[in-house]
């Protein structure tokens, strides 16, 4: 069984920055794209930035080159450093990984039970 714990959340101003962390009970995020999502109350769950197995991030448009993702295999963790947050940024951040178990690409998705990110103007 996997586990994810996130971690780094909080309240800040807009402008300032923030460090997200997923830390994983195994050592799987090395061959296993992670994502982090993120949900406010009354929308779906979205995502944020995606970091594939061999170190390629994708972001979602909203990101603008403000957020960075990154993996550190030897300590299992996945983070995601947020610069210049906006208020429209406050939400419980998701941290998500798909670990694939047959050659159909079925697998067992994981997910941790967020961390909330508040950003005041």
């Known amino acids: 069984q996997v586990q994810l714990v996130e971690s780094g959340g909080g309240l800040v101003q807009a402008g300032e920055s923030l460090r997200l962390s997923c830390a994983a009970s195994r050592n799987i995020f090395k061959r296993n794209a992670v994502d982090w999502y993120r949900q406010t109350p009354g929308k779906q769950r979205e995502l944020v930035a995606t970091i594939s197995t061999g170190g390629s991030a994708n972001y979602a448009d909203f990101v603008e080159g403000r957020f960075t993702i990154s993996r550190d295999n030897t300590e299992n963790t996945v983070y995601l450093q947020m610069n210049s947050v906006t208020p429209e940024d406050t939400a419980v951040y998701y941290c998500?990984?798909?670990?694939?178990?047959?050659?159909?690409?079925?697998?067992?998705?994981?997910w941790g039970q967020g961390t909330q990110v508040t950003v005041s103007s």
């Open positions: 998500h990984v798909k670990v694939i178990v047959n050659v159909e690409g079925a697998g067992y998705d994981y």
